[in-house]
């Protein structure tokens, strides 16, 4: 199994989310990047030793084959979107994902701005979030989110693929989905009515009794029991993200997993409903804007890129990393979109 990249590392205080697609010709600059990532890492983490920071890199089914020769992750496929009965959550853009969690934001600033400059007239951020941790692990939601998650041994069985497709074994699928939440129409109900949305108790995280949690319940729709009775998990890494003067605030959903058919799973249960409940009801105060999968290759398989297609030409790339990188001017960004997402060309912004 190969090295994995830092998947499965405590929760930090700070996050950037990066989401980026590729330009036409920026193939051989961006696979550059994928080599040359960790050393930019090294170089803003070695400086700032107590701030753990990590940066996981995930690549998209559209990127794979326009970076590298050879077959894919056997799973790797384009994020489905789910349209349900009542709620729906989008498939968007994503070749690239750059996870980068720190203690502090300014680190993750750093190592940011860092892969930006280098994706510059190669590769278009299309989502960046900054996310922050709040109180007790909590999400703006108020429940404390991440309990369950598996520890140990079985977080890595959870996340690291392995001998099913030996390739690319010590990698992970990596699922990201940035949601919204009005929070004044969550703060109007009581305590009591939001336990019963989530699962579990607001102030002292306890799962609630079977008999009281309903069928509806988030906790309940992603509690998944195959037909012999064993329970699959993924590994989630959340943060609370958002600005309150337009209160365009919410939950950054990242969830590391062996196979991405357990948070599609999850995803189907919460959106198209089960014979109990026609859809998850915390998808009443959480509006999915964002969605994409990704594949995390071992750090091993970064050390040592499969040959670029023939189409890439993988010499002499000249990339044009300035000493600073100013901030991308916003006039020449381009806003697509319902709105709901802020698109910047990372182009022309010298
Ligand atoms: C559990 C919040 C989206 C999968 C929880 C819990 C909270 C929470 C508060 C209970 C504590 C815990 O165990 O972490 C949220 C929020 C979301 C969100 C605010 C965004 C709107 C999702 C999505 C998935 C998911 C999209 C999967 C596709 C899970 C799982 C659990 C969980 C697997 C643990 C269930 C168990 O107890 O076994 N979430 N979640 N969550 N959530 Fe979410």
Redesign the pocket.
Known sequence: MGEPQRVLVPLTQAAIFLVATIDEGGEAAVRELLAEVDDLRKSVGFRTPDQNLSCVVGIGHRAWGRLFTGPEPAELHEFPGYAGPVHS?PATPGDLLFHIRSEMTGTCYELAMAIATRLRDAATVVDETSGFRYFEQ????G???????PEGGAAEAAVLVGDEDPAFAGGSYV?V?K?L?PLDEWNALTIEEQELI???TKLS?Y?LPDDVKPPSS??T????VDADGV?H??V?A?MPFGTVGDGRL??Y?I?YCATPSV??K??ER?FLGTDEAPYDR??D??T?VTGSLFFAPSADFLGDLPDAPSSVADEDVDIDVPEFAPVIAAEAAPVVSDGSLSIGSMKGSN
Not at 143 to 149: H, L, R
Request: proline share 2%.
């Open positions: 959550c909590r999400d703006l939601l429940f404390v989110d991440g309990t369950a998650n699922m989905q949601y939440h989530i699962g579990r995280d799962e988030h906790v729709m992603n509690t998944i329970e998990d993924i989630r959340n919410g939950t959903y969830a948070p599609e999850m995803l919460m915390i998808l105060f959480s999915a």
